[in-house]
């Protein structure tokens, strides 16, 4: 079974991007799933924005199968992160921070 969707791209890049794209998309969405579950059970503030976070990685993904364009789905992504990481930063005082020091390097990779 093919999980990723085929891209009407022809040049081979643009569909080694698509794809890389589409996968740090799913696999961000599988670790805030598995995150928001932990940080509901133990009572975390950082519950909503790990929700957030899930939601926004639902919506990038209908819009990257819907029009299997990558260019507007990653520019979204890039600047997303970055925010929820910069609320969490700001709003949650109280708490280690663990998790955007490592969302924040994994957007600084798919950036560069």
Partial sequence: MKIIPTPKYEEYFDISRYILTFKINLFMSVVEIILATIFYFLEEPAFIPTVI????NFIFMAILI???????????????????????????????HFVDPVWMLIIALYAY
Avoid: M
């Avoid at 976070?53 to 926004?56: E, F, I, S, T």
């Avoid at 029009?67 to 005082?93: C, H, K, M, W």
């Fill in 53 to 56: 976070g899930v939601c926004v």
């Fill in 66 to 96: 819907k029009t299997q364009r990558y260019e507007f789905v990653a520019i979204l992504f890039i600047i997303a992160g970055p925010l929820i990481s910069i609320y969490t930063l700001n709003a949650i005082d109280d708490r280690l």
